[in-house]
T-cell receptor
């Protein structure tokens, strides 16, 4: 079975500073990886996904993530955050086999302040 | 764009009541999912469905059941609501096959309080 660890439950950062949200996964087979964002009082919205190919994946709103197979990581980065990036961010993993479930991490709350 | 609609944003019910949470998607997706979201626990899968009248247990199915009579609609049922079922409930859908690289599309959630 796969699992996801988001070590940081909260990340405070000043506006225009860079940010990295960490995600590590565990799986015995090949995986697909996803980052979702949840703004207050809303559902989850897909930020980006890694399926195969280039390990650097670009998503919406200036976010990107890098897949590192040897370190089983999929960290999310943004070079300069905005107040509007304040939200909860979830990393998720799915094995590439059929009938496999999506497993979510516990989330990281990104708080951007002036 | 995919639209996943959950019938209620906020719901307050009493202990012991039978509670129905409804979810409708408009993209003809085969797969539908129900999660609950709790602080510090992330999203946990309750039930999912690959097709009409098909259902599979997720990680925390106890105290819940589901119904999928039509492709576009997936209902979550709390047979006898208890206070520990107070939570945010999220519905999602995705196109087939179930193990594919397709992301799930989420509704805005139902915040359920059991008194």
């Amino acid at each position: 079975a796969q699992s996801v660890t988001q070590l940081d439950s909260q990340v405070p950062v000043f506006e225009e500073a860079p940010v990295e949200l960490r995600c590590n996964y565990s799986s015995s087979v090949s995986v697909y990886l996803f980052w979702y964002v949840q703004y207050p009082n809303q559902g989850l919205q897909l930020l980006l996904k890694y399926l195969s190919g280039s390990t650097l994946v670009k998503g919406i709103n200036g976010f990107e993530a890098e897949f590192n197979k040897s370190q089983t990581s999929f960290h999310l980065r943004k070079p300069s955050v905005h107040i509007s990036d304040t939200a909860e961010y979830f990393c998720a993993v799915r094995n590439t086999g059929t009938a496999s479930k999506l497993t979510f991490g516990t989330g990281t709350r990104l708080q951007v302040t002036l | 764009d995919v639209k996943v609609t959950q019938s209620s944003r906020y719901l307050v019910k009493r202990t012991g009541e039978k509670v129905f949470l409804e979810c409708v998607q408009d993209m003809d997706h085969e797969n539908m999912f129900w999660y609950r979201q709790d602080p510090g626990l992330g999203l946990r899968l309750i039930y999912f469905s690959y097709d009409v009248k098909m259902k599979e247990k997720g990680d925390i199915p106890e105290g819940y059941s589901v119904s999928r009579e039509k492709k576009e609609r997936f209902s979550l049922i709390l047979e006898s609501a208890s206070t520990n079922q107070t939570s945010m409930y999220l519905c999602a859908s995705s196109p087939p096959p179930s193990g594919s690289n397709q992301p799930q599309h989420f509704g805005d959630g139902t915040r359920l309080s059991i008194l």
